[in-house]
């Protein structure tokens, strides 16, 4: 007979390890004042890149446009 194991549980130390993680990462985003333009990139190329579509283009990237402008 095959005994199959499940994985361990997560303990709480590990959760939280990786929870301590993640806000250390958008703590130093945060952070990175003077390079909000940085942050701000992928924003403006995808409003760019939306802008293409021929008639919705610019309607569909105003949203984009005024979540950029809200980075900067």
Not at 16 to 36: I, M, Q
């Amino acid at each position: 007979m095959i005994s199959r194991s499940r994985p361990a549980p997560q303990s709480r130390r590990d959760r939280l390890g990786r929870l301590g993680r993640v806000a250390l990462v958008l703590a130093a985003a945060g952070t990175v004042s003077g390079c909000s333009g940085l942050v701000a990139l992928p924003v403006r190329t995808a409003s760019a890149v939306v802008k293409v579509v021929p008639v919705a283009g610019d309607i569909a990237a105003k949203p984009l446009d005024a979540a950029a402008d809200a980075i900067d």
